[in-house]
C-alpha cells in the first residue's frame, strides 16, 4: 500500500466552503487532487444516504464543509449538519469503519487558506489510515 | 431604433466605453434608463481588455470583463455606437444637445459574422494592436470583442474589390460614410479614460532604442495569451526567456521626470506587485524579479497583504531606489541598470534582461478637448475640477465624470465612481418611467421531458489557464466516452461570443437536451450558460458546469496530471448529474420597495438621500443617539473643505425629508425573509422598544472605529495624540501650537502589523494634513514624520511636496526598528534610526501625534454579520461580493455595502459609495417583481407520512400539512437550503437542482471511474 491515494468526497456548502475553495483557487493555494467537491446548498442538505453511499462506492474519506457558527445562511443548516455527522461517525464505528474517516469541518467564504489546509490535513489523515476496509472487501 | 429614440429628451449620454463606462450604462439601463454608450474605438472594453490578468485575484480579465461586456450589448435600453465622438455639445442639465459623429467601420455589422476570412486574405487592411504586436495584426481586439465584428482600413488597402468578394456575407460597405447626429440628453458622464504615459523622450531609460525595455502596459501584453507572443514570455531583442526583470516604478508620475504629473498614479504599484507575482507563479525559480521604488503604495482593501504575498511567497525583491540611468554596453544584449540605495552614496550597477517601466496615467489631448467641449474646468494637470466632497461631479451642472479620467485609479475604484456617476445621472433624467421599446423576446423552450439525454461537453481552455495545465483534448476524449454524450468539443474561451455562438448552434443541430461546461465556477458563470441554454431553446436548468479551473488546475498546477485525472472526474461527474436534471421553472415574489440604512453617518445618509429623492421610503438605523458619526469629530480635509458644515447640512436635509424615518439608538436584534421582502427587527429609542421594518433592500454603512492601540505612551501622556485629536486641539489651541518647537508624528501605529496587517489608507495624508495646520499656525515649527511609506496617492502628492517644500522632515523607519518614545518631563523623546547618518537620532517633541488608522467595529460588525448571514474579511470589515466587479454588492442580493464598512476610506471616498450603492439599489427597486431562482423543495404526496418532521426541520417555519394531509412546501416562501430534504425519514422531499438522484449520480460517477 506504499502508493495509495485515497479518494475523498467533500460535500462543501455553495455560500462558504465552496466559495473558499475558489479562493484557493484564485490565490494558487495548493492542496492535495485527492479531494473531490461536490456542490450543496447548505451543509445541512447533505443526507446520510449521500455519505454513506459515498462510502459503500468505495470512498476512504468523506467530509462535510459548512459556515462557522452562527454563519449558516439558512440559521442552523451547519450546526444540523454537525449532529447528523457524529450520528453517521456512530454508525460507521458499528460496521467496523473507522470514525476518523467522516468528518465535519466549518470553513468561511473568505477563507481560502483554510480549504486548502483543510484538505491537506484530512487526506493526510486518511492516507495514515489507509484504503477503506469497504474497498478492500470489494476488491477480493 | 435609432430615429425614435434619439428625439426624446429621456436619457443619458455615456461617453467611454471602458469598463467604468459599461458599468454606468448598465446600472442606468438596469434601472431602467435609456442611455447611449459612445466609443471612440471600434470595440467596447478600453484599457481592461489589454491586461493579461488584474490583482489581487490574479484572474484572467477578459474572464471578468467579457461577461459585462456582452451584456451591456444585449440590453435593451442601451444604444451602443461605437467609433463616435462628441462634436459639439449645448444646452444645459436636463436639456443637453449633442452632435455626435461616427466614422465609417466600412463593415455591415449587422451582416458580419466575424468569421474572419477578411482578415485572412487582407491583414494589411488593419489596425489595431498597440506595440509589440509581431503577429498577424488583428482589427478585432480581443476573442470577446464587442460588437464583434470587423472593422477595415481602407487607407492601406489595395485591391478594394478583391477585398468586397472576399466576404461571403456581403458585410464589406464602401460607401460607408462618416455620421452627424443630433441627440438630446438629460446628463452626460464622461468616463473616457486616460491615456498611460508615454517615456520616450526619457533618453536616459532607453525606452526608444532599446528593445527590452518596455511599459508595463507592454509586459502585460507579452503576457497575455492573447498577445503577441502568445502569452510566452520573451525578451523582444532575443526571443529568448528573460532571467531577470526589473521594474522602476513612478514613470511619468510624482513629478520627477520632464513631462511627468505631479500626482500618484495610484494604480502602478499593485500593477507592478501583480506582474512580478505572475511571473514568478509561472517561471517559479528560474526567474528574479525587482522592483525598483520610491514607495510602495499598497493601500486599498486588503493590497498590503498582496504586498506581503510578493514578498514572503514569492521572492519578488524589493529596492527603494530611483534608478539613475538603463544602458546597454556595446556588444551585449544585457541592460546595465544604475542606482545608488538609500543608505548609501555608492553606485551600484546591475545587469537585467528586461526592465519594465511602470508608467503612469495621463490625460490625452482628446479628452481635454472633450472636457473643453463639455465646459468642464481642468485642473492644473488637466484632470476635472470635481466638488470637494463628490468626485463625480464637475464644475458644470449635469455633466459627471468616473474612471480615470477624474483622477489616475485602479479598476474598483473605477467601477464604484461608475455607479456613483449613473445616480447622479439618473436623478437629472425627467420623473417619468420610460418603457422599454421593444417587448421581450418570448423564448420557445423545447420540450425534452420524454427525450433520451443527450449531453453535449463544451470544455473551455480558458487560455492558459486551463490549457497550459492539462490536455484538453484529451478531457474532449475521454468526454465523449461517457455515457449519454453527443458531442464533446474544445471551445477554447467558452464564455467568448463565438465560443457561446458555436455552444448555441451545435446545441440547436445536434438536438441536444443537456449540456455540460468544462470551465471556471458556476458561482461566476452559471447564469450566463443558463442565458445561453434559454437562447439555443433549452430550460436554463439543463446545465451544469464542472468547476476544472478553479478546483482543478489552478489549485494542482504543479502536477499537471492529477490535475488532468481530476478534471476528467469533476467533468464526468457532471455529466452523470446533468443527465438527470430536468426542466424547473423559476420562482418570483414582489419586491418591497422600502430601504433600510444600517449606520447614520455621511455614508448612509447620502445613499438615503438620493434613493429618497427617487420616492423611495428609507428608514435610517443609527446605533449612537444621533447622526454623523465618524465625521463628527473631523474639521476640515487635506484640501480644505469644511466637514462641519457638510455634515450640519446633511443632517437637515435627511431630518426634513419626508421620505426618510430616522431611528436613533437602534439595535438590530432580528432579520427574516428573502432577497425583495426583508422583515428586519430592532430595539430603539431611550426604552429599547422593539419594531419591526419591512423592506427590500438594505445597506450597510456602519462605518469603522478610530483606531487606538496602547503604545508610544498613547493614553499616558497628556502630550501623546491621535491625529484625529491633534486636528481638533489644533483648532482649540492655537496660542499652545505657537509655542511647539518640535513636533514628531509616526505613521502606520497599529496598522501594517501582525495584528492588523492591512494600511489604514487615510493616515499618511492626515499626518500632511496636520503638518501643513501647525505650520500655518507657527511657521517655526520643526516637524518630524517617521513613516514606512508614504502613501500620498493620486493628487495627495502634491499636498506632500508641499509639506517638504515647507520643511516638513520625512524620514523612513523599519517595522523592525521602530522609533522609541519615553517621556521625559514636558516634552517625550523620540529616538529613531536615522538611515543615511547611519546613527541614531533623538528628538525632544513637545507634541508627539500617532497615525493610528481605523479599526473595523470587531463587535458590530460581528453581530451584524451574524443576524443578516453577511462574509467579513479576516480583518472584520464587510466583504463585497466580487472585489473588482461587484465591489459594493454583497453577496446575497438586496444587501449593499459602503463608506468605511467595507475598509478605510476618506469622505469623499465613502460619499462616491455611497452613491454607487444608491445606484445599484436601484436596478433591484426598479423591478417589481424579483426571480428567486428555482431551487426549492418539493413533496412528493404520495411519500409523505405526514410525520411532521420536516415541519419541525425547516428554519423558516415553511411546510405545513395541508388539507389532503400531507405536507406542502410554497416554493415561493423556500429558502432553498435542503435541511428538510435530508431529515425526510420517507425521502419523501426533494430539493430542485440538488435532488438526491443528482447528488448520488456524481457519487458513483466518481467511484465506478476509479474502480472500474
Known sequence: MENFEPVIVAFCCHYCAYTAADMAGSQRLPYPSNVKIIRVPCSGQVDSLHIVKAFEKGADGVYVAGCLDGDCHFKNGNVKAAKRIAYVQKYLEEIGLESERLEMVNISAGMGHRFAEVASTITEKIRKLGPSPIKASASL | ?1012
Open chain 2, 1 to 1012: 431604433m435609432q430615429n425614435s429614440k434619439t428625439n426624446q429628451n429621456n436619457k443619458v449620454l455615456v461617453v467611454g466605453g471602458g469598463l467604468g463606462g459599461i458599468r454606468t450604462a448598465l446600472d442606468l439601463a438596469e434601472a431602467k434608463k435609456n442611455v447611449i454608450l459612445i466609443d471612440k474605438d471600434y470595440t467596447i472594453g478600453g484599457l481592461m481588455t489589454q491586461l493579461d490578468r488584474t490583482f489581487p485575484t490574479n484572474n484572467c480579465d477578459l474572464c471578468t470583463i467579457a461577461p459585462h461586456l456582452s451584456e451591456s450589448n444585449r440590453q435593451e435600453y442601451i444604444e451602443l455606437l461605437t467609433m463616435t465622438t462628441v462634436s459639439n455639445v449645448s444646452g444645459e442639465k436636463g436639456n443637453f444637445s449633442v452632435t455626435l459623429t461616427s466614422k465609417p467601420r466600412y463593415i455591415n455589422l449587422e451582416r458580419c459574422t466575424a468569421c474572419g476570412d477578411c482578415l485572412t486574405h487582407f491583414p494589411g487592411c488593419v489596425r489595431f494592436n498597440p506595440g509589440l504586436d509581431h503577429r498577424a495584426p488583428t482589427c478585432m481586439r480581443y476573442p470577446q470583442a464587442t460588437p464583434q465584428a470587423y472593422s477595415i482600413d481602407l487607407d492601406k488597402c489595395e485591391d478594394v474589390e478583391a477585398l468586397v468578394k472576399i466576404c461571403k456575407a456581403g458585410a464589406i460597405n464602401l460607401d460607408d460614410m462618416p455620421i452627424n447626429r443630433e441627440i438630446k440628453c438629460s446628463s452626460i458622464v464622461l468616463s473616457p479614460g486616460a491615456d498611460v504615459f508615454d517615456p520616450s523622450h526619457l533618453d536616459y531609460l532607453g525606452y526608444s532604442n532599446l528593445p527590452d525595455v518596455v511599459t508595463s502596459l507592454e509586459y502585460e501584453r507579452i503576457l497575455s495569451a492573447s498577445g503577441p507572443t502568445g502569452g510566452e514570455l520573451l525578451c523582444p531583442s532575443t526571443g529568448k526567456q528573460p532571467k531577470k526583470v526589473a521594474w522602476i516604478q513612478c514613470i511619468g508620475s510624482r513629478g520627477l521626470q520632464k513631462e511627468a504629473g505631479a500626482y500618484c498614479s495610484n494604480a502602478c504599484c499593485m500593477f507592478a506587485l501583480k506582474e512580478a507575482i505572475v511571473t514568478k507563479e509561472r517561471f517559479q525559480k528560474d526567474i528574479e524579479t525587482t522592483i525598483f521604488y520610491m514607495d510602495m503604495r499598497t493601500f486599498g482593501k486588503d493590497y498590503e497583504l498582496y504586498l506581503n504575498r510578493a514578498k514572503n511567497e514569492f521572492d519578488v525583491r524589493f529596492l527603494r531606489s530611483r534608478p539613475h540611468s538603463i544602458l546597454q554596453p556595446d556588444g551585449t544584449t544585457d541592460l546595465t541598470l544604475s542606482y545608488t540605495k538609500e543608505d548609501s552614496t555608492k553606485r551600484f550597477e546591475e545587469q537585467f534582461d528586461m526592465v519594465v517601466l511602470s508608467t503612469g496615467f495621463k490625460t490625452s489631448a482628446d479628452t481635454r478637448q472633450l472636457a473643453e467641449k463639455m465646459g468642464i474646468e481642468l485642473n492644473s494637470d488637466f484632470f476635472p475640477i470635481t466638488e470637494e466632497f463628490n468626485p463625480v461631479v464637475t464644475t458644470k451642472p449635469g455633466v459627471y465624470v468616473a474612471g480615470t479620467f477624474e483622477g489616475p485609479k485602479d479598476i474598483p475604484e473605477t467601477m464604484v465612481q461608475a455607479s456613483a456617476a449613473a445616480c447622479l445621472a439618473a436623478a437629472d433624467l425627467p420623473e417619468t418611467i420610460v418603457e422599454a421599446q421593444a417587448p421581450k423576446e418570448e423564448l420557445v423552450e423545447r420540450d425534452v421531458l420524454l427525450e433520451e439525454p443527450k449531453v453535449g461537453v463544451f470544455i473551455c481552455d480558458c487560455g492558459d489557464n486551463i490549457g497550459s495545465v492539462v490536455n484538453v483534448d484529451n478531457l474532449v476524449a475521454h468526454a465523449a466516452a461517457l455515457p449519454y454524450v453527443a458531442v464533446a468539443k474544445a471551445e477554447g474561451h467558452g464564455c467568448s461570443r463565438s465560443s457561446m455562438e458555436d455552444i448555441r448552434k451545435t446545441i440547436v443541430e445536434e438536438g441536444l437536451n443537456r449540456v455540460v461546461i468544462g470551465g471556471c465556477s458556476p458561482r461566476t458563470h452559471e447564469e450566463k450558460f443558463q442565458d445561453l441554454l434559454q437562447k439555443a431553446g433549452l430550460n436554463k436548468y439543463l446545465v451544469e458546469i464542472a468547476n476544472i479551473r478553479d478546483q482543478a488546475t489552478w489549485v494542482h498546477s504543479g502536477k499537471p496530471k492529477e490535475a488532468e485525472k481530476k478534471a476528467e472526474d469533476l467533468i464526468a461527474m457532471s455529466v452523470a448529474s446533468v443527465v438527470q436534471a430536468h426542466p424547473l421553472e423559476d420562482q418570483t415574489i414582489p419586491m418591497n420597495k422600502n430601504v433600510l440604512v444600517v449606520g447614520g453617518g455621511i455614508t448612509g445618509m447620502t445613499a438615503a438621500l438620493n434613493l429618497a429623492d427617487r420616492g423611495y421610503q428609507v428608514y435610517i438605523a443609527e446605533k449612537s443617539d444621533k447622526l454623523g458619526g465618524l465625521a463628527n469629530f473631523l474639521l476640515t480635509t487635506l484640501e480644505g473643505g469644511d466637514i462641519q458644515a457638510f455634515v450640519a447640512n446633511m443632517i437637515e436635509k435627511v431630518k426634513s425629508h419626508d421620505n426618510i424615518q430616522v431611528i436613533t439608538r437602534a439595535l438590530i436584534v432580528d432579520h427574516s425573509g428573502m432577497p425583495g421582502m426583508f422583515t428586519t427587527g430592532m430595539q430603539s429609542g431611550p426604552q429599547m422598544s422593539y419594531r419591526q421594518i419591512e423592506h427590500g433592500i438594505t445597506i450597510l454603512a456602519t462605518g469603522a472605529k478610530s483606531n487606538r492601540p496602547k503604545q508610544y505612551l498613547l493614553d499616558e501622556s497628556p502630550l501623546v495624540k491621535t491625529q484625529l485629536e491633534t486636528q481638533r486641539y489644533l483648532f482649540e489651541n492655537p496660542d499652545k501650537v505657537k509655542q511647539w518647537q518640535n513636533v514628531v508624528m509616526i505613521q502606520c501605529v497599529g496598522s501594517r502589523t501582525k495584528d492588523n496587517p492591512n494600511c489604514s489608507r487615510i493616515c499618511c495624508q492626515n499626518a500632511v494634513k496636520n503638518s501643513l495646520a501647525i505650520l500655518d499656525i507657527n511657521p517655526d515649527a520643526r516637524i518630524f514624520v517617521l513613516y514606512r511609506d508614504m502613501r500620498t496617492y493620486a493628487f495627495q502628492e502634491k499636498y506632500y511636496q508641499m509639506a517638504r517644500e515647507r520643511g516638513v522632515v520625512f524620514v523612513r523607519y523599519d517595522q523592525d526598528k521602530p522609533p522609541v518614545v519615553e517621556a521625559a518631563g514636558d516634552t517625550i523623546d523620540v529616538t529613531y534610526y536615522d538611515t543615511i547618518l547611519g546613527m541614531n537620532v533623538t528628538v525632544c517633541a513637545d507634541n508627539l501625534c500617532l497615525s493610528t488608522g481605523m479599526i473595523a467595529d470587531q463587535e458590530s460588525n460581528k453581530e451584524l454579520a451574524m443576524i443578516f448571514k453577511l462574509p467579513r474579511t479576516e480583518d472584520g470589515y464587510f466583504l463585497e461580493d466580487h472585489v473588482k466587479l461587484r465591489p459594493v454588492d454583497m453577496p446575497v442580493p438586496g444587501f449593499f455595502v459602503a463608506g468605511t464598512a467595507h475598509s478605510p476610506k476618506l469622505i469623499r471616498e465613502s460619499v462616491t459609495q455611497a452613491n454607487a450603492v444608491a445606484a445599484r439599489a436601484q436596478t433591484m427597486l426598479a423591478q417589481d417583481e424579483i426571480s428567486l431562482g428555482a431551487t426549492a423543495a418539493i413533496v412528493d404526496g404520495k411519500l409523505c407520512a405526514a410525520c411532521l418532521i420536516c415541519v419541525r426541520a425547516c428554519p423558516f417555519g415553511v411546510p405545513f400539512i395541508n388539507a389532503d394531509g400531507y405536507s406542502e412546501i410554497d416554493p415561493a416562501k423556500c429558502h432553498g437550503c435542503g435541511m428538510c430534504v435530508s431529515e425526510c425519514p420517507a425521502k419523501a422531499i426533494q430539493l430542485m437542482q440538488f435532488e438526491d438522484d443528482r447528488i448520488l449520480a456524481k457519487v458513483e460517477q466518481l467511484f465506478e471511474r476509479i474502480t472500474a
